[in-house]
């Protein structure tokens, strides 16, 4: 046992004398590393404070229009400006370092699935990145309402679920799928639109979609031949 304890204690100071030898042989590379590593950090942080924060302070600024026009459902102005205010298509050519551009993708997807511009839509809601419980799955179900207009239905279906799934809320997963369901039925998979009911009826009976679900449910039933 004692003789193991010498050995280790050998192994051990052995690697400390390696490591000792490793930084003093290269303590000028390390040097330079950590260096470099420090300016890199230093750098990053006087580029967020001197550039993209004044950024996002004008993006925020040139935006506030482009979202009230949205409200106002004035799509055109809201998507190219009004000659004096921008528009979110200026929002993102401008400041696309920014959240605000992120969020004005969000903006101008919806304006174009609103007017109909379908795979303009899915183009620029497939830009937009977010984490939020609400504004995720909308965006992901927006562009399955996009799918559903195109006719790309088994699109749209995969949409609806993963907006569904995406945090699982009482507000926005009913919504979809629901929406899901339906595509199912128009797909003539009534199998899967009766599982998606059935859920719908379990999970989110208290849900506007829940209340009236026995009503789809049947009928779903009657098309399938159960």
């Known amino acids: ?13 052995e690697a400390y004398s390696k490591t000792e030898h490793y930084l003093e042989q290269n303590k000028r590379s390390l040097a330079i590393i950590l260096g470099a590593v420090v300016v890199l950090i230093a750098g990053y942080f006087v580029w967020q404070k001197l550039f993209v924060a004044p950024q996002e302070q004008e993006a925020r600024s040139e935006m506030f229009m482009a979202e009230k026009y949205f409200e106002k459902d004035s799509l055109d102005k809201a998507i190219n400006g009004d000659g004096k205010a921008k528009g979110f298509k200026y929002i993102i050519e401008e400041y696309s370092i ?13 304006s174009y699935l609103r007017k109909g511009k379908f795979e303009e839509a899915v183009k620029e809601l497939k830009e937009f990145e977010t984490d939020d419980e ?16 195109m006719d790309k239905k088994d699109d749209a279906v995969s949409h609806y679920l993963k907006a569904a799934k995406e945090d699982n809320n009482k507000f926005t997963a009913p919504i979809y799928l629901m929406k899901a369901a339906v595509a199912y039925e128009e797909l003539k998979n009534f199998e899967n639109a009766i ?32």
């Open 195 to 226: 599982k998606i009911y059935e859920q719908i009826k379990a999970d989110y009976s208290d849900s506007p979609e829940g209340r009236d679900i026995d009503r789809f449910l049947e009928r779903a039933k009657a098309l399938s031949g159960k």
């Open 98 to 110: 920014t959240k605000s551009a992120n969020l004005a993708h969000y903006y101008l997807g919806i």
């Open 1 to 13: 046992m004692a003789e193991e304890k010498e050995d280790i204690l050998v192994d051990v100071k």
């Open 134 to 149: 609400i504004l995720g799955p909308i965006a992901i179900g927006a562009m399955g309402d996009a799918y559903m207009e």
